[in-house]
């Protein structure tokens, strides 16, 4: 009897504390996680294993401290928060996940087809001028997905700038910015290509801000393909 009401105890303080977390999570992670944490600019943690949180220690962890350069920490909250919110974020895994619409070999051939390799890396094939997406379904959810693809502009990553630079030369770059400092100036052209330049030797720099070489689908994949596309992506799941 007395196990039995510990036990009783111990899943009601459990509940309550993910209730209490769900009001933190939809103040302070929503934003990016989305409501349910189903994913937005941040990765989906409606999934059982977090690939940074194998368990609730480290999950602590990163709530409080933050990923770089991505994630700011949740410094300010107590540890009470903190175990209530991290009880929520597990609570997320236990939901299932709904099928999408969409065949994933249909949006595999579109992949090739579209060419999709020739920016982007997919479990080690391409030439990772675009972000990798070996992983994309876990970071991403659906919705951020088709957004991509119908409105790039509209969902380029953190991190993600574009450049267009002008040599002494009077030759015409562009390409994804690797890094920069007062005097140089390293990026990634189409073709993979790594340049670095001193930034004396430049004549211009011009950094597209919110601008993407990714071309939109909208017009150019059926409501069908584009649900075939998403439900591929969305199936790249490299930590599970």
Same mark, same amino acid.
């Given at each position: 009897?007395? &196990?039995?009401?510990?036990? &009783?105890?111990?899943?009601?303080?459990?509940? /309550?504390?993910?209730?209490?977390?769900?009001?933190?999570?939809?103040?302070?992670?929503?934003?990016?996680?989305?409501?349910?944490?189903?994913?937005?600019?941040?990765?989906?943690?409606?999934?059982?294993? /977090?690939?940074?949180?194998?368990?609730?220690?480290? %999950?602590?962890?990163?709530?409080?401290?933050?990923?770089?350069?991505?994630?700011?920490?949740?410094?300010? /909250?107590?540890?009470?928060?903190?175990?209530?919110?991290?009880?929520?974020?597990?609570?997320?895994?236990?939901?299932?996940?709904?099928? &999408?619409?969409?065949?994933?070999?249909?949006?595999?051939?579109?992949?090739?087809?579209?060419?999709?390799?020739?920016?982007?890396?997919?479990?080690?094939?391409?030439?990772?001028?675009?972000?990798?997406?070996?992983?994309?379904?876990?970071?991403?959810?659906?919705?951020?997905?088709?957004?991509?693809?119908?409105?790039?502009?509209?969902?380029?990553?953190?991190?993600? %700038?574009? %450049?267009?630079?002008?040599?002494?030369?009077?030759?015409? /770059?562009?390409?994804?910015?690797?890094?920069?400092?007062?005097?140089?100036?390293?990026?990634?052209?189409?073709?993979?290509?790594?340049?670095?330049?001193?930034?004396?030797?430049?004549?211009?720099?011009?950094? %597209?801000?919110?601008?993407?070489?990714?071309?939109?689908?909208?017009?150019?994949?059926?409501?069908?393909? &584009?649900?075939?596309?998403?439900?591929?992506?969305?199936?790249?799941?490299?930590?599970?």
């Amino acid at each position: 009897m007395k &196990l039995a009401l510990l036990l &009783l105890f111990t899943a009601g303080a459990a509940q /309550l504390s993910a209730t209490g977390g769900q009001a933190l999570f939809e103040q302070h992670c929503a934003l990016c996680h989305g409501i349910g944490g189903t994913g937005g600019r941040g990765p989906s943690l409606a999934r059982p294993r /977090l690939l940074r949180a194998p368990d609730d220690a480290a %999950l602590k962890t990163v709530i409080t401290e933050g990923i770089e350069p991505e994630m700011p920490g949740a410094w300010f /909250l107590s540890d009470e928060d903190t175990a209530s919110l991290a009880a929520y974020v597990r609570s997320l895994g236990a939901i299932p996940v709904k099928p &999408l619409p969409g065949n994933t070999e249909g949006g595999a051939k579109l992949y090739a087809a579209r060419g999709c390799a020739a920016c982007h890396t997919l479990a080690g094939a391409g030439t990772g001028y675009g972000p990798d997406l070996t992983d994309i379904g876990a970071r991403r959810s659906a919705a951020y997905l088709e957004e991509s693809l119908v409105k790039p502009a509209a969902a380029v990553p953190e991190g993600f %700038l574009f %450049l267009r630079v002008r040599t002494s030369a009077d030759k015409v /770059l562009e390409g994804v910015c690797l890094s920069e400092t007062n005097f140089t100036l390293h990026f990634k052209d189409s073709r993979a290509n790594i340049h670095s330049f001193d930034k004396s030797d430049l004549r211009a720099i011009e950094r %597209l801000r919110g601008q993407t070489p990714m071309p939109s689908y909208e017009r150019s994949l059926s409501a069908a393909e &584009l649900q075939d596309l998403v439900a591929f992506l969305a199936a790249q799941r490299a930590d599970q």
